[in-house]
């Protein structure tokens, strides 16, 4: 499984983009959560907040802070982790 993560937003408007190739059953499980809790265009986000683009294999949904999901926010870290 592939994973892709966009972060854009926050105080310094600097996009980070991470990828991992991973067939971790947690993660890949934990990917297809955050997925399907996505939404199909990006939300509205807080001040100042960062916005995300999370991409797995072929599918891509949005999410944003301060509402992102308890599965969204450890798969945006667990990428940018091990990603490096």
């Known amino acids: 499984m592939d994973i892709t993560v966009i972060r ?3 105080q310094g408007g ?10 971790d059953p947690d993660l890949t499980d934990l990917a297809r959560t955050a997925v399907a809790e996505g939404h199909d265009t990006p ?4 001040p100042e907040g960062f916005s995300y683009e999370i991409t797995v294999d072929d599918t891509a949904v949005y999410c944003a802070d301060p509402r992102l999901t308890t599965a969204q926010a450890h798969l945006i870290t667990e990428v940018f982790q091990q990603a490096g």
């Open 8 to 10: 854009t937003g926050g």
């Open 14 to 23: 600097r996009p980070r983009r991470a990828t991992l190739h991973t067939s």
């Open 43 to 46: 939300p509205v986000g807080g």
